[in-house]
């Protein structure tokens, strides 16, 4: 008989009372020292429970392999097979254990940084909800009655605005504003006639040799997208407004970020700094623009919400003077704002009684007239003294996502699912088309440099043309790929002087191109 243990034959034989198996004396008790079980059935089983067995002495015959060299030979051949078989079983094992482990781990880091992301996103709402339900001791005589001002989220003048058939009136563009208006104009052309381009623009053979020098992971993981950007070139701050309803100021030399704007219960469409940065504009899917005004420690407060739109607000454009700004919303309607108070001085509307939407807005670089961009394909321009439409621009396939005026004020670029179209407003007609992508793929946006010596085109790249004239031929000079992994461009923006070249996409990163240097900071 065997030992139930090893399967040989035992030298010192005992036997189990409870299950009546046999085993190796010395084996066994190593066992119940250890466990205190039997190896077989699992019962408890101790020393007592064993019973020896008396045999003789038994010689065991040699095996038939041991008795020459070479069968001995090719038995330890066997054996050390065998061994090497079973130590390659125990490394396996030990591999598929420490990955196990490993994705253990992982997994239980990911959980402590979700944990800590709600914590804070708790925190912050909660801190959001005291400030909102949290009385403004001011007195009704007190305030304007369209002057903003914030009571558990509503404009606090809202019922004195609202009259004749629940339209809300706004006082109109004085003649006064008119006149800073032209003035304002009237400064801007006459500079514009003797401007020149500047000495530390950068040149052709620069811009060629852009890649990618820094990546910053702004926005929140759970939903990632930037949506646009802008940059503030007197101090190099970058702001971003993503799809996590944040807004967010960087600054690009020191690779910090400097605040992240909190309040919007939708994704943040379009963000605009106004002359040096004293404050911050961001409009919103959730039907508001708010007004950010910052402080001495770098932070920014929320100074209007202003709900005057009836549907999301999709652009936000800054006049010349930094006084005054426009807003423009899928609801129909353009709204001009005075930027001290937050009052809407007029809201307009489409007389022709087209129904479009508004997906896209900016100002001339002189202030009088201004740019719209619709859901129906049409380009619209519009004389800001008397809020009349003067000019429309047909030709587009889909919505207009995109609309920049060049510096020198004769050139506009717009964007929409069918490409690039290049108008000149002397003599308002189309005398250049980009068309980068294919059909399923729309261009995101366009953009001049502060120069207007370059071109800048998102879709499921970022493109870089050189400005030419009307007859003459635009060249693509660069085209950098969407290192984001996601086909989606959002938007994209020149550095001071063309010095770099920032970049939204998709995912929650806002990325650099420009020329490494050993001061450049690559990742915050």
Same mark, same amino acid.
């Given at each position: 008989?065997? /030992?139930?243990?090893?399967?040989?034959?035992?030298?010192?034989?005992?036997?189990?009372?409870?299950?009546?198996?046999?085993?190796?004396? +010395?084996?066994?008790?190593?066992?119940?020292?250890?466990?205190?079980?039997?190896?077989?059935?699992?019962?408890?089983?101790?020393?007592?429970?064993?019973?020896?067995?008396?045999?003789?002495?038994?010689?065991?015959?040699?095996?038939?392999?041991?008795?020459?060299?070479?069968?001995?030979?090719?038995?330890?051949?066997?054996?050390?097979?065998?061994?090497?078989? &079973?130590?390659?079983?125990?490394?396996?094992?030990?591999?598929?254990? +420490?990955?196990?482990?490993?994705?253990?781990?992982?997994?239980?880091?990911?959980?402590?940084?979700?944990?800590?992301?709600?914590? #804070?996103?708790?925190?912050?709402?909660?801190?959001?909800?005291?400030?909102?339900? *949290? $009385?403004?001791?001011? &007195?009704?005589?007190?305030?304007?009655?369209?002057?903003?001002?914030?009571?558990?989220?509503?404009?606090?003048?809202?019922?004195?605005?609202?009259?004749?058939?629940?339209? #809300?009136?706004?006082?109109?563009?004085?003649?006064?504003?008119?006149?800073?208006?032209?003035?304002?104009?009237?400064?801007?052309?006459?500079? +514009?006639?003797?401007?020149?381009?500047?000495?530390?623009?950068?040149? %052709?053979?620069?811009?060629?040799?852009?890649?990618?020098?820094?990546?910053? $992971?702004?926005? #929140?993981?759970?939903? $990632?997208?930037?949506?646009?950007?802008?940059?503030?070139?007197?101090?190099?701050?970058?702001?971003?407004?993503?799809?996590?309803?944040?807004?967010?100021?960087?600054?690009?030399?020191?690779?910090?970020?400097?605040?992240?704007?909190?309040?919007?219960?939708?994704?943040?469409?379009?963000?605009?700094?106004?002359?040096?940065?004293?404050?911050?504009?961001?409009?919103?899917?959730?039907?508001?623009? *708010?007004?950010?005004?910052?402080?001495?420690?770098?932070?920014?407060?929320?100074?209007?919400?202003? +709900?005057?739109?009836?549907?999301?607000?999709?652009?936000?454009? %800054?006049?010349?003077?930094?006084?005054?700004?426009?807003?423009?919303?899928?609801?129909?309607?353009? /709204?001009?704002?005075?930027?001290?108070?937050?009052?809407?001085?007029?809201?307009?509307?489409?007389?022709?009684?087209?129904?479009?939407?508004?997906?896209?807005?900016?100002?001339?670089? !002189?202030?009088?007239?201004?740019?719209?961009?619709?859901?129906?394909?049409?380009?619209?321009?519009?004389? %800001?003294?008397?809020?009349?439409?003067?000019?429309?621009?047909?030709?587009?396939?889909?919505? %207009?996502?995109?609309?920049?005026?060049?510096?020198?004020?004769?050139?506009?670029?717009?964007?929409?699912?069918?490409?690039?179209?290049?108008?000149?407003?002397?003599?308002?007609?189309?005398?250049?088309?980009?068309?980068?992508?294919?059909?399923?793929?729309?261009?995101?946006?366009?953009?001049?440099?502060?120069?207007?010596?370059?071109?800048?085109?998102?879709?499921?790249?970022?493109?870089?043309?050189?400005?030419?004239?009307?007859?003459?031929?635009?060249?693509?000079? #660069?085209?950098?790929?969407?290192?984001?992994?996601?086909?989606?461009?959002? /938007?994209?923006?020149?550095?001071?002087?063309?010095?770099?070249?920032?970049?939204?996409?998709? !995912? *929650?990163?806002?990325?650099?191109?420009?020329? $490494?240097?050993?001061?450049?900071?690559?990742?915050?």
């Amino acid at each position: 008989m065997n /030992c139930s243990i090893s399967g040989e034959v035992p030298e010192d034989p005992v036997v189990s009372k409870k299950s009546g198996l046999l085993f190796e004396k +010395r084996l066994i008790e190593t066992h119940i020292a250890d466990y205190g079980k039997c190896p077989i059935t699992g019962e408890p089983l101790t020393l007592d429970d064993l019973v020896p067995i008396k045999t003789g002495k038994i010689v065991k015959p040699r095996p038939v392999q041991a008795a020459s060299i070479p069968g001995m030979l090719g038995m330890f051949q066997n054996e050390w097979d065998g061994l090497m078989l &079973s130590n390659f079983a125990l490394e396996q094992q030990l591999h598929t254990a +420490r990955q196990e482990l490993s994705h253990a781990l992982y997994q239980h880091d990911a959980a402590c940084r979700v944990i800590a992301r709600l914590k #804070k996103e708790r925190d912050e709402a909660r801190s959001l909800l005291a400030t909102a339900e *949290r $009385p403004f001791p001011v &007195s009704a005589n007190a305030i304007p009655a369209n002057v903003s001002g914030l009571s558990n989220g509503k404009r606090a003048a809202e019922d004195d605005e609202m009259a004749h058939g629940g339209k #809300k009136m706004h006082p109109g563009i004085t003649s006064a504003i008119i006149s800073e208006l032209t003035d304002c104009n009237a400064a801007l052309s006459q500079q +514009r006639k003797k401007r020149q381009i500047s000495t530390t623009l950068a040149p %052709v053979e620069s811009i060629e040799a852009y890649t990618q020098i820094s990546s910053h $992971p702004f926005h #929140k993981t759970n939903k $990632p997208g930037i949506t646009s950007l802008d940059i503030l070139y007197s101090k190099d701050l970058i702001a971003t407004g993503g799809i996590d309803m944040n807004a967010v100021i960087f600054d690009r030399p020191s690779g910090q970020i400097l605040s992240t704007l909190s309040g919007h219960s939708k994704k943040v469409t379009s963000v605009k700094f106004v002359a040096q940065g004293e404050s911050l504009l961001t409009s919103s899917a959730d039907k508001t623009v *708010r007004v950010w005004q910052g402080s001495e420690d770098g932070n920014y407060n929320c100074k209007h919400i202003l +709900r005057d739109h009836t549907a999301e607000v999709q652009a936000v454009t %800054v006049h010349a003077t930094n006084n005054y700004f426009v807003t423009a919303s899928l609801d129909g309607t353009w /709204c001009f704002y005075d930027l001290s108070s937050g009052t809407c001085l007029t809201q307009v509307a489409d007389t022709s009684g087209s129904s479009e939407g508004y997906t896209s807005a900016a100002f001339h670089p !002189d202030g009088l007239i201004i740019g719209t961009g619709t859901t129906d394909a049409l380009v619209k321009i519009w004389d %800001v003294k008397n809020q009349s439409n003067v000019a429309k621009f047909d030709g587009h396939t889909g919505s %207009v996502t995109a609309i920049s005026f060049s510096e020198n004020g004769y050139f506009l670029a717009t964007a929409a699912h069918d490409g690039v179209k290049l108008w000149d407003l002397r003599k308002l007609k189309n005398f250049r088309n980009f068309a980068p992508y294919d059909s399923e793929t729309p261009t995101n946006s366009v953009e001049f440099d502060h120069s207007g010596s370059y071109l800048a085109v998102a879709g499921s790249d970022i493109r870089i043309y050189q400005v030419a004239n009307v007859k003459s031929e635009w060249n693509c000079i #660069k085209t950098f790929p969407d290192l984001s992994g996601t086909g989606k461009v959002t /938007c994209v923006k020149f550095g001071p002087d063309s010095k770099y070249i920032a970049v939204g996409s998709m !995912d *929650r990163n806002l990325r650099i191109f420009g020329q $490494p240097s050993e001061d450049t900071p690559t990742e915050s």
